[in-house]
């Protein structure tokens, strides 16, 4: 079983930044990817950033150049760099991640209980 830990979540007024962690922990033998979805009112959860490698990464267009995901393999722990945050960023934002927890093991994708993110005009 994999825990996923997010933190950094709050309010901010409109152009401010937040930064977003979340941590990995359990049975670990391969953290494949690490991502951050998010999910606002009445709409369907959709992605924000992932990041495979330390160089492959995918953004939503919504908020490509003005997020960054970044990841720690040492510390199990992907994060979420959010400036120029815009009222329609407020939403739950969710850590993802996809792990084969042993050698030679089936992948099972994981979710974190949400952090919100609420951004006021």
């Known amino acids: 079983q994999v825990q996923l830990v997010e933190s950094g979540g709050g309010l901010v007024q409109a152009g401010g930044s937040l930064r977003l962690s979340c941590v990995a922990s359990?049975?670990?033998?391969?953290?494949?990817?690490m991502g951050w979805y998010r999910q606002a009112p009445g709409k369907q959860r959709e992605l924000v950033a992932r990041?495979?490698?330390?160089?492959?990464?995918n953004y939503a267009d919504s908020v490509k150049g003005r997020f960054t995901i970044s990841r720690d393999n040492t510390k199990n722990t992907v994060y979420l760099q959010m400036n120029s945050l815009n009222p329609e960023d407020t939403a739950l934002y969710y850590c993802?991640?996809?792990?084969?927890?042993?050698?030679?093991?089936?992948?099972?994708?994981?979710w974190g209980q949400g952090t919100q993110v609420t951004v006021s005009s």
């Open positions: 359990g049975t670990i033998y391969r953290i494949n990817a």
């Open positions: 990041i495979i490698s330390s160089s492959t990464t």
């Open positions: 993802n991640s996809r792990v084969t927890p042993f050698l030679g093991g089936t992948e099972f994708t994981y």
